[in-house]
Every structure is written in C-alpha cells, then in structure tokens.
C-alpha cells in the first residue's frame, strides 16, 4: 500500500514513476550538468522550494544554501530535495572552499555584465540573495562576475527564485 501512495503522490515525470528515491538520484547525477547553484539568506520557505524545483528542471550538479536556516517548509519543494544533492553552509567561511571548484556569479541589479550578452565560464555557482538585502558584501567580494538581468518595470528585483529559473535557463540554452 505504502509503495502504491509513493507511486500515486509524488511529483516527477512518468519514467521515474516506478523508480526508487535513490534509483532516481542517481539517474539525474548521470545527466547533471556543470553548474550549481547557492542562496544567500533566503527566509521564505515558498522561495527556497521554488530554487530546489528550478535547480531540480535544469540538471544543476548541487545547490547550497548559506545562512544560519536549517529548516525549512519542504512542502514548496515538492519532493526534489530528495533527489537534489542540497547542502547548509553556516558561515561564508564554508563558501571559500567553493572557489576550488566554481566561476562564482553573482545575480544581482546593476550587475557589471548583462544576462543576455553574458558568456559562461566554465563550472559557474549560480549566486542568489535574499530579496531586499540582496547578497552580502562579504559574498559579492568572492564573485569573479556580477550579472543583471535587465527589467523594464518599476520593480528593484523580481523574485529570488524566479531569477534563478532565469539565469539557469540562460546557462542551459548557451550550452554547448
């Protein structure tokens, strides 16, 4: 019965319906693509869970969040932080060793680079802060580039998780 609930209630494609939760981590490790992604301070739950989802669509490798949030409402996430390789860093400490790996990018208004004109670097994180505070100094002074996404309404940012379905879908279709 139990197997049959899982089967009926969780939220992924038709080939993954039969699947094991580990059966379907590994098969999205086989297809992840170079990138991943880290939130800075992120409060919502709604906002967080929206990241996973889009982090999840994508084929991001790994995402983290950085902050003293360690739990949160996984509702939003619908079931992908089963399957996404999401990891807490504590203190910008832990982000340092991040550099070894990743072209930091920060996503942020009035960026140097624009997204649409943006090249990717090789095995870039995707950075994304907390809406109205934005990503702390400390953070951006890490960043090796600072992208905006251009807007023409009256708004100072969209939301946090929807730029970042932005910015991973910019990444994706630039791929080569």
């Known amino acids: 019965m139990e197997k049959v ?3 009926f209630s969780r939220n992924v494609i ?4 039969s699947l094991t939760g580990e059966e379907i981590k590994q098969r ?5 693509l170079p990138f991943s992604c880290l939130m800075e301070h992120w409060e919502g739950d709604f906002t967080i ?14 995402v983290f969040y950085l902050g003293g949030k360690k739990h949160w409402d996984r509702r939003s996430s619908l079931g992908v932080q089963n399957y996404t390789n999401f990891q807490f860093l504590r203190t910008i400490e832990e982000a340092v060793p991040l550099k070894d790996k990743y072209s930091f990018v920060a996503f942020e208004t009035g960026g140097k680079h624009e997204l649409h004109d943006f090249v ?3 095995n870039p994180l995707l950075i994304f802060g907390e809406e109205g505070p934005g990503i702390t100094k400390e953070l951006l002074d890490m960043c ?7 807007q023409r309404g009256s708004v ?3 939301n ?6 932005i910015a991973m879908y910019d990444f994706v279709s630039k791929l080569k």
């Open 120 to 122: 990717w670097p090789q």
């Open 144 to 150: 090796d580039f600072v992208v905006s996404i251009p």
């Open 49 to 62: 869970g929206s990241m996973l989802r889009n982090a999840n669509a994508f084929g991001a490798s790994e």
């Open 5 to 7: 609930i899982e089967f």
């Open 14 to 17: 038709d080939e993954y319906k």
């Open 156 to 158: 100072r940012s969209i």
């Open 160 to 165: 946090a998780a929807c730029a970042s379905a």
């Open 28 to 32: 999205l490790d086989e297809k992840k």
